[in-house]
């Protein structure tokens, strides 16, 4: 994919220091709305300008400084400046090799992500499984594991939780010289991102699960909890397929099914971050029962346990595990090989329907079969049609999805204010 030019993050609200009204709405002087942008506090610009500097150094590293300026538009006074925060807190070093300028005056020395020094924590919560894992500066997973929910009270809150802190630790023991910078957590249902909860999981049974504030006290670090779709187009957006599109759509048919949108570097959460809940759109095409009393929801149409039982009850697998169904089909199964393509095609349908509403530049789909067979993306487009269907890629993780997903969601945190975690990075350093 080609390295596109970094533009500015949009500041988010906490960061205006805009003048207010009564009502709370940004004013100018003149009682007239104002535009935030104009005036945003200059701590609040620093942080603004470090994270556009880290990003440019995350897609186009090593770079020297002065096409950081040219790429941002900051002045290389300010490029030079960031640059040497950033590398005191150990987030960039000089690349090693000098980049020669046409043979004229000194050679540029390039930076690049230092990814020696740190890493993030990340937890997804799945319905079978915990997978914990450490992710480096560039996303990539340094190392996970898995913890099944087995046993009586297996998906209780409070022991998964403490499962996860637990298995997270025990990554960090084994993994000697790693400092972590904070922890990630991503969860599917409904997750309100601001105060760290999840707010309904129906799979699980979850309810009001203050999960940020659990996890913090047993990993003594920052924690951030976002959905996990929303986790996922954030990764997509940093160092995925879709780095670079002004608009991503980002689909994930597992036992859940849900979606995030992203447009100008910024994820859509909407009201206590209710957004992208999908579960009970209708599916043309769809005949399974739904708990709500309806016919053919995107819950029940997609999600893996229907694919599951389907296999069960065509011989094909005994249990639960989605991935024994795309082994079967590997080896030939044809009922194995049909029940991939045609889910594919509903994802396709449902896939169309976000498509038609929000019009994307990028559509990135995280659903088994895609993920490893080509007639199953392929179906997937055809659903999609043919003016849409070059715009679809499946998830640039495909043997790391979960693993990534709770590691974005601390990334994306770290991308978008990096001066925010220099108390922390001094006394690691």
């Known amino acids: 994919m080609p390295r596109t030019a970094v533009s500015p993050l949009t500041a988010s609200p906490e960061f205006i220091g805009t003048l207010t009204s009564p009502a709370g709405r940004p ?17 609040d610009r620093r942080r603004t300008s470090a994270s556009v500097i880290l990003r440019s150094v995350l897609e186009h ?58 890493v993030v924590g990340g937890v997804h919560v799945a319905v079978p499984y915990t997978t914990v894992a450490l992710l480096d500066l560039r996303g990539r997973v340094v190392a996970r594991r898995e913890l099944p929910h087995d046993g009586p009270g297996a998906v209780e809150p409070g022991a998964v939780l403490a499962r996860a802190a637990e298995g997270l630790g025990s990554l960090l023991d084994a993994a000697p010289g790693c400092r ?24 699980l049974g979850w309810r009001d699960v203050p999960v940020r504030d659990a996890v913090a006290a047993r990993v003594g670090l920052p924690v951030q909890v976002d959905g996990h779709a929303r986790a996922l187009v954030n990764a997509e957006r940093l160092f995925g397929r879709a780095r670079g599109s002004s608009s991503v ?17 910024e994820v859509h959460h909407g009201p206590r971050s209710q957004a992208g809940a999908i579960a009970h759109l209708p599916l043309a095409g769809g005949v399974e029962p739904c708990d709500c009393g309806r016919v053919g929801c995107l819950q029940v149409e997609l999600s893996e346990r229907t694919l599951c039982r389907r296999a069960r009850e065509a011989g094909v697998i005994d249990g639960a595990n989605p991935m024994r169904v795309v082994a079967a089909a590997a080896d030939g199964d044809p009922v194995a090989v049909g029940l991939l393509v045609q889910r594919a095609r509903l994802v396709g349908r449902a896939a169309a329907l ?30 999609v049609g043919p003016e849409r269907a070059a715009a679809v890629a499946p998830s640039s993780f495909p043997d790391a999805v979960l693993a990534v997903a709770g590691g974005a969601v601390a990334l994306d945190v770290l991308y978008r204010d990096p001066l925010a975690v220099s108390t922390r990075l001094r006394s690691a350093a």
Request: glycine share 10%; net charge negative.
């Open 27 to 43: 004013t100018s002087s003149a009682g007239r709305p104002a535009s935030p942008v104009s005036r945003i506090a200059d701590s």
């Open 249 to 265: 759509l980002h689909l994930f048919a597992g036992n859940v099914v849900d979606a995030a949108f992203a447009t100008h570097d």
């Open 354 to 383: 976000l498509v038609d509403v929000l019009n994307p530049e990028s559509v990135v789909v995280t659903e088994v079969g895609t993920l490893y067979r080509e007639d199953c993306l392929a179906a997937l487009r055809e659903e």
């Open 180 to 203: 972590a910078l904070g922890v990630g957590v991503a969860v599917g249902g409904w997750v309100d991102r601001d105060s760290g909860t999840v707010v309904e999981h129906p799979l």
């Open 61 to 118: 590293g090593p770079v020297a400084r002065s096409t950081i300026a040219r790429l941002t538009g900051l002045s290389p006074a300010s490029v030079t400046d960031h640059c040497a925060r950033l590398s005191g807190l150990g987030l960039i070093r000089e690349s090693a090799v000098p980049r020669r300028s046409n043979g004229v005056g000194r050679p540029h020395v390039p930076v690049d992500l230092d990814d020696s020094r740190f």
